[in-house]
C-alpha cells in the first residue's frame, strides 16, 4: 500500500540536507559542530549493524523523516498523518543531523582503509609533507602570531629534525612533538593560508602507524571515531523509529519503512 503526500515533497535544502561527500573544509567544519558529542557519547551504543549496513539504513531514515513529514493518504484514500504531528518531540532537522554524521562516519571509514593500505614508503611520504606543513604553521605562529611560548619547544624540534635524518621513528617523532606544538592553536591558525586543523589529528595516526607495521593502531584511533559517529548517528535513527512507531501506529506498512531490513532479515533467519 503506497501513501500520497497532501503536499509537494520538501526542499531538502529547507531540511538541513547533508552531501554524503564533503570537501575537507566542510568535513572539518562538521567535526567542530559534532566534537563535543563524539568525545561523550558511549560507541558500544551503536549498536551490531556492519558500518556499511548502519550508513546505508541511517540515510534510508533520513529519508523516510523527510518524505513522511507531511500528512498524506493511501490508494484507499485514508488519510496518513505525518512525522510532523510529533514535532513538538521530534525534529525534522534530525534528518540533517543524520546526513552530516553520516557524511563524517563516511569519511572516518576510508580514512581507516587508507591508512590500512598504505605501504611504509607512502607513511614516510605523507608523514614528511605533515612535518612541512606543521613547521609552516608552527613558525607563522611565532612570527606572525605573537606566540612567543612555541619559540624554545619549535626550536629543539626542528634541530632534533635536522640531527635525527628521515626515518620511520624519526618522522614519527617530528610529528608528535609539531603537534604537540602546535596542538592548542589549530583552530585559530584555520582562517590563515587554508591550514587544516584536522592535520594535528592526522599527523597523530600517521606517527603512529610508523611505529607500528601494519597500522593496524593507527587505524582503530580513526575506527573509534568512526564508531562514535555511528553511535550519534544510532541515536537519532532510534528517536526517528520510536517517533515513527507512535505516528503511525495505525499503520503498519508505513512504520515498515522505517524499521531495519537487516535486523529482520537476521530475524528471520534465527527462525529458521
Not at 34 to 46: G, M, N, P
Not at 107 to 115: H, K, N, P, Q, T
Not at 138 to 147: K, M, N, S, Y
Request: proline fraction near 4%.
Amino acid at each position: 500500500m503506497t501513501t500520497r503526500s497532501r503536499r509537494p515533497p520538501p526542499d531538502p535544502a529547507a531540511v538541513g540536507d547533508v552531501p554524503t561527500t564533503l570537501s575537507d573544509a566542510s568535513l572539518d567544519a562538521l567535526r567542530a559542530r559534532y566534537e563535543a558529542a563524539a568525545r561523550a557519547v558511549d560507541v558500544t551504543t551503536r549498536g551490531s549493524l556492519p558500518v556499511e549496513v548502519a550508513l546505508r539504513e541511517a540515510l534510508a531514515v533520513a529519508d523516510f523523516i523527510e518524505r513522511r513529514w507531511e500528512p498524506g493518504e493511501d490508494d484507499g484514500g485514508r488519510a496518513v498523518p505525518g512525522l510532523g504531528s510529533a514535532a513538538s518531540l521530534f525534529g525534522r532537522e534530525v534528518a540533517g543531523e543524520i546526513r552530516a554524521l553520516h557524511a563524517l562516519a563516511s569519511a572516518e571509514d576510508r580514512a581507516a582503509g587508507r591508512v590500512r593500505r598504505e605501504s611504509i614508503a607512502a607513511l614516510k611520504m605523507r608523514g614528511r609533507a605533515l612535518v612541512r606543513e606543521l613547521d609552516a604553521a608552527a613558525t607563522c605562529l611565532r612570527d606572525l602570531g605573537g606566540v612567543a611560548a612555541i619559540e624554545a619547544p619549535l626550536k629543539r624540534v626542528q634541530e632534533a629534525r635536522a640531527r635525527d635524518g628521515t626515518s620511520a621513528e624519526a618522522i614519527a617523532d617530528a610529528l608528535e612533538a609539531y603537534a604537540a606544538v602546535v596542538g592548542s592553536h589549530a583552530r585559530a591558525l584555520e582562517a590563515v593560508g587554508g591550514f587544516r586543523a584536522a592535520v594535528v589529528g592526522e599527523a597523530a595516526a600517521v606517527a603512529e602507524a610508523l611505529r607500528e607495521r601494519p597500522a593496524a593502531k593507527a587505524a582503530r584511533r580513526t575506527d573509534g571515531l568512526r564508531d562514535a559517529y555511528l553511535a550519534l548517528i544510532a541515536q537519532r535513527v532510534g528517536r526517528a523509529r520510536a517517533a515513527a512507531r507512535f505516528v503511525f501506529r495505525a499503520h503498519p506498512e508505513v512504520v515498515r519503512e522505517a524499521t531495519s531490513a537487516w535486523e529482520r532479515a537476521k530475524r528471520r533467519r534465527r527462525k529458521k
